[in-house]
């Protein structure tokens, strides 16, 4: 986030001492960041980094790599950039691996690019995707994905969700493990299969990683939608087993669209969508509820989806996320307090009066 300044500048009459007038002068910092992406002109893998005082545009891969799912994370020193590629193989199968590097705050390459999985010698479609990122205050890595195994002999595919720990060097010191551990195939016709999306992953301030997911299965009456949670140490321990966070069977529910962000003091903050309202908890450092605040018991609603947030100075915790009312769109935002109460907003960040249905143009 950004930051700002504020001076009172006060004059005074020399001739009458009674008579003065106070002006505010304010001033805005706007916040450095990096975004990462694929340049549609020429497919080269790039990353941006926006300061104030300079823009610097890094082109990281030949022309024609045309990576995606790109995520970026921050160390003390470096910047971790990884993204899925898609080739085939030596047996002319169709795969999709990580790619990852590590460039330093000059834009020097300290890592050059590295696949993270390697499938050159499978025989059947092995599909990485949606990789996630978060560093710990020692600057171990974590990095939480979702794999795609699909067989094309029998129109049959297997998922998981996978988690890997590398050094602030870019070696792996911890798997990569299968976290959910399911062994079902299916078609998706077929009810039971496991599905699993959207992993999203956090490091907390006393070294752990926050690991989130939806799983996803259908069922004859109803598809079931929710949310897990597993905790490991730097060291790749296992702190909290895999967790089912949330009960779509029971509270009639449908859970999706996680985010997960680190807060002060070994906590993580927690927001995610259910049935179109966006709803919200702290956990703590071994994944426990520490604090429950979600849409209906706030004092306020927050409707929509795909949200993000993240934690200013001062301890109060900035929510956005998608808005929606019917056709209508817009990306709304609220500041909570610590404990999860909305204290300002929802205010609508963009000004979106045009309705209309998915046929209309403009």
Same mark, same amino acid.
């Given at each position: 986030m950004g930051d700002s300044n504020e001076a009172l500048v006060t004059l005074r009459s020399s001739v009458d001492p009674s008579k003065s007038r106070t002006a505010s002068l304010r001033t805005a910092i706007p916040a450095p960041f990096v975004q990462v992406y694929h340049d549609n002109n020429d497919g080269a893998m790039r990353l941006d980094e926006i300061r104030p005082n300079r823009q610097t545009s890094l082109k990281i891969t030949e022309d024609g790599h045309y990576g995606f799912d790109v995520a970026v994370a921050e !160390?003390?020193?470096?910047? &971790? /950039?990884?993204?899925?590629?898609?080739? *085939?193989?030596?047996?002319?199968?169709?795969?999709?691996?990580?790619?990852? !590097?590590? %460039?330093?705050? *000059?834009?020097? =390459?300290?890592?050059?690019?590295?696949? %993270? !999985?390697? /499938?050159?010698?499978? =025989?059947?479609? *092995?599909?990485? /995707?949606? *990789?996630?990122?978060?560093?710990?205050?020692?600057?171990? +890595?974590?990095? %939480?994905?979702?794999? /795609?195994?699909?067989?094309?002999?029998?129109?049959? &595919?297997?998922?998981? +969700?996978? &988690?890997?720990?590398?050094?602030?060097?870019?070696?792996? =010191?911890?798997?990569?493990?299968? %976290? =959910?551990?399911?062994?079902?195939?299916?078609n998706w016709n077929d009810n039971g299969v496991p599905r699993f999306w959207e992993p999203h992953i956090a490091a907390t301030t006393d070294n752990r990683f926050v690991l989130v997911w939806r799983r996803y299965v259908r069922q004859s009456d109803r598809s079931i939608s929710d949310l897990y949670v597993a905790v490991r140490d730097g060291n790749g321990g296992d702190v909290k087993g895999v967790t089912r966070l949330t009960d779509a069977a029971g509270a009639q529910g449908y859970y999706y669209s996680p985010a997960v962000t680190g807060l002060e003091n070994g906590r993580v903050f927690l927001a995610y969508s259910n049935q179109g309202r966006i709803e919200y908890r702290t956990l703590d450092s071994g994944g426990n509820t520490s604090a429950v605040a979600v849409g209906r018991a706030s004092n306020v609603d927050l409707y929509g989806s795909v949200p993000d947030a993240v934690q200013l100075a001062g301890g109060r915790i900035a929510l956005v996320w998608s808005n929606f009312n019917r056709s209508f769109n817009t990306i709304t935002a609220a500041l909570l307090d610590s404990t999860g109460n909305v204290t300002f907003g929802p205010v609508n960040l963009t000004q979106n009066a045009i309705w209309g249905n998915w046929n209309d143009n403009g």
């Open positions: !160390t003390s020193d470096s910047f &971790f /950039y990884i993204w899925s590629k898609s080739r *085939a193989n030596s047996n002319n199968v169709w795969v999709t691996e990580l790619e990852y !590097t590590l %460039l330093d705050h *000059a834009g020097r =390459t300290s890592r050059p690019v590295t696949r %993270l !999985t390697n /499938y050159e010698n499978m =025989t059947f479609n *092995a599909r990485d /995707y949606e *990789a996630a990122a978060a560093v710990t205050p020692e600057g171990r +890595i974590g990095v %939480l994905w979702r794999r /795609y195994n699909y067989d094309s002999s029998g129109d049959r &595919f297997n998922q998981n +969700i996978y &988690f890997v720990i590398l050094d602030s060097t870019g070696n792996v =010191t911890f798997g990569p493990v299968n %976290l =959910t551990q399911n062994a079902i195939w299916g």
